[in-house]
């Protein structure tokens, strides 16, 4: 098989809330970092819904109830289990959109799961068999995030422990890999090697631009890489694209330095989706 029927071949299509992820159409994975109020959830999910309804684009909206792996133990970490999924509920009913969150514990899965349609494994657990296995127990669909430490075989194993719990349904997301001292790069062969475990290939634009501990206190990133990282890893060929995005990110509770402004994000997702669009031809007619 050559190099580009291998990067074609996605062996099985996930379902998501409404949405059949097949590479058709670029799924949009968006929200702010942390859940800072049911407002500002509500804003952002209102906001992004109307954009990617005109351009066709299937949304899944994303904000955490915990960040339990925040630099500093006096950052703010969220509202917690209970809050946050009464918020993300309220979301899903109001706006009309599948929700996802992470987990970071075994106990956690089976509450989350039964409130959103995407449980996402963060990138640093990417190899924690229980929390994998779980979620592959009760989770409807999950989306395994490519730890900062892992190269795409890694993952290629996460699927089997998430498939061993009995779902099939998986995303695999590429985060960027550390790269010295509070830096991160991203290789975009890793995009190709994910595709080969036959799931859809999802790119995290912004936690790529990250730079873990680079304010001492707290993360810091590079939000202008952005726009030029997404454009690459959408020619390239992925299914889907992650954005954390926030209306004023520099006033943000967690990850403002990397996050997207939500004026931005439009022109962005337009952007995208002809990239897709451009890729997805020369792909099938080649």
């Not at 809050?83 to 509920?89: H, I, P, S």
């Not at 970071?104 to 509450?111: A, F, S």
């Not at 960027?176 to 090697?193: C, E, K, M, P, S």
């Not at 997207?260 to 007619?285: D, G, N, Q, W, Y």
Request: glycine share 8%; hydrophobic share 45%; net charge negative.
């Amino acid at each position: 098989m050559s190099s580009l029927e291998q990067w074609q071949s996605l062996s099985h299509t996930v379902q998501i809330g409404p949405y059949t992820i097949d590479g058709s159409k670029l799924l949009v994975i968006a929200g702010p970092c942390v859940i800072e109020s049911e407002s500002l959830c509500l804003e952002v999910a209102q906001a992004l819904k109307e954009i990617t309804t005109q351009l066709d684009l299937p949304l899944v909206f994303k904000a955490s109830y915990d960040k339990a792996n925040r630099t500093s133990i006096d950052s703010f970490r969220g509202p917690g289990l209970e809050r946050g999924l009464e918020v993300l509920a309220k979301v899903k009913e109001e706006v009309g959109v599948p929700v996802t969150t992470d987990v970071h514990e075994t106990w956690q899965v089976k509450p989350v799961a039964e409130v959103v349609e995407l449980v996402q494994i963060p990138a640093f657990l990417c190899r924690q068999t229980d929390l994998l296995v779980e979620a592959g127990k009760w989770a409807k669909a999950v989306n395994i995030k490519k730890g900062q430490f892992a190269d795409a075989n890694i993952l290629a194993h996460a699927v089997r422990k998430v498939e061993t719990g009995g779902c099939k349904n998986i995303l695999l997301t590429e985060r960027g890999t550390f790269f010295g001292y509070g830096d991160l790069v991203v290789d975009i062969r890793n995009l190709f090697w994910l595709r080969q475990t036959g799931c859809p290939v999802i790119f995290d634009a912004t936690h790529s631009v990250q730079r873990p501990g680079g304010l001492g206190m707290a993360s810091g990133g590079r939000r202008e890489f952005v726009p030029l990282l997404l454009r690459a890893a959408v020619a390239a060929g992925v299914d889907g694209i992650f954005m954390e995005v926030h209306p004023a990110p520099d006033k943000a509770l967690s990850d403002g330095p990397n996050m997207v402004p939500l004026k931005f994000v439009a022109e962005l997702l337009e952007m995208a989706k002809e990239l897709h669009s451009i890729s997805l031809k020369f792909r099938t007619a080649t």
